[in-house]
């Protein structure tokens, strides 16, 4: 059975990799790889070479980013996808299609697979993130999917809401925990070899990106951030650049001119890889910013998160999640909250609410379990 799995950003591919190793052992299935979106963009890195360096096989790329962030550049983006798709797809021909996520790129995919009619697995359905256009991309990728993984038993019941059987949706944890298990951590030490920084008292790995629904400029946002950055003096801050999101490369642009004035003080990395990265907050003081990554995988890691704004608004928190504002004074107060709050016998108790990183065998589990001979039919449960 081909068994496609699409990827269009580092973190994406990150968090599907174990699911892709699991695949490729199982003897009856064929791992079909899927590459599209920042993945072939050499401002982005070009990071469909890390796949190939890790020694997992590109069955199909699809180019289909415009150099443009603006809500113009994003929309033809993905009509230009959906035509690359139906190619991709007409000549792949999977069994199931692997989705995870909210993405604008795999709206028009899931879209093109629907023609297809291609039966769509998704991970991370029902979730919510009031603060960007993800929320409704993500329900909306739902409605065409087959199979869903959820990461808690609360967005297991919102899938259910959404009308989905209740038979076809799992909880099995965020699927990104299961790194966390079994990678082995580069310390302080090798990190600062690797990465060629050095840390200060206290450090900050920052992610920040567009909140697509908010009214402030993503720009006017990161301008606060970074005012509140430059009253740390004694703190060094990595920054992993923003998405291909509208708006993401005017974030680019200012992370570089901060790092350029600030050389002592902060580097930026286009990509840093799943090793790299999950080491990186590991051994830093907090996450900063408005990733996903701070909510899901950052308790696991013992590391505290300052969630600046709405981007994530709606998802489940664990303990060690600071919530504030984007502006310069609530972002001050966060990061000094964030020291006091770094007690390691609390982290160490901490409760991470998506799971506890054995979510791949579960999907592989669940996938065995179903007849997919007769699977592309669907009906909407209504609730009692």
Not at 316 to 340: F, G
Request: proline share 3%; hydrophobic share 40%.
């Amino acid at each position: 059975m081909e068994i496609c799995i699409a990827t269009g950003t580092r973190a994406e591919y990150g968090l599907l990799k174990p699911l892709m190793e699991a695949i490729k052992k199982e003897a009856e299935w064929s791992l079909q790889l899927l590459v599209t979106g920042a993945h072939l963009s050499p401002e982005f890195g070009l990071t469909y070479k890390q796949i190939e360096q890790d020694g997992i096989n590109i069955d199909a790329k699809v180019e289909m980013l415009l150099s443009s962030d603006t809500a113009e550049g994003i929309v033809k983006s993905m009509g230009i996808g959906m035509i690359g798709f139906a190619d991709a797809l007409k000549n792949l021909s999977p069994k199931l299609l692997i989705i995870l996520g909210d993405r604008y790129e795999m709206l028009a995919l899931a879209s093109a697979a629907l023609i297809y009619k291609i039966p769509i697995i998704h991970i991370h359905g029902g979730e919510i993130t009031e603060g960007a256009y993800d929320d409704a991309i993500r329900h909306a990728i739902t409605k065409m999917s087959h199979l869903h993984f959820t990461s808690t038993e609360a967005y297991r019941q919102r899938v259910i809401q959404l009308g989905e059987r209740p038979q076809c949706v799992f909880n099995v944890g965020a699927i990104g925990l299961d790194n966390i298990r079994s990678i082995k951590f580069l310390n302080r030490a090798a990190l600062e070899e690797n990465l060629k920084i050095k840390f200060l008292k206290y450090n900050y790995q920052v992610t920040f990106h567009p909140a697509t629904l908010e009214n402030i400029s993503a720009a006017e946002q990161f301008d606060q951030l970074l005012q509140a950055i430059k009253t740390q003096p004694d703190s060094f801050f990595v920054f992993t650049k923003a998405n291909a999101d509208t708006d993401g490369r005017v974030i680019n642009q200012m992370i570089d001119q901060h790092v350029l004035e600030n050389p002592n003080t902060s580097a930026a990395f286009t990509s840093l890889g799943t090793l790299r990265f999950l080491s990186l907050v590991k051994a830093c003081d907090a996450i900063i910013g408005n990733s996903s990554s701070g909510i899901i995988e950052a308790p696991s890691l013992q590391t505290v998160t300052i969630n600046i704004g709405d981007r994530q608004k709606g998802r489940i928190q664990a303990d060690s999640v600071i919530n504030c504002e984007p502006n310069t004074e609530d972002i001050i107060k966060a990061i000094a909250l964030s020291k006091a709050s770094n007690d390691g016998h609390l982290m160490k108790t901490l409760n991470n609410p998506y799971g506890n990183g054995q979510t791949t065998p579960q999907i592989i589990k669940a996938i065995k379990s179903v007849d997919w001979n007769n699977y592309i039919l669907k009906s909407f449960y209504n609730l009692d």
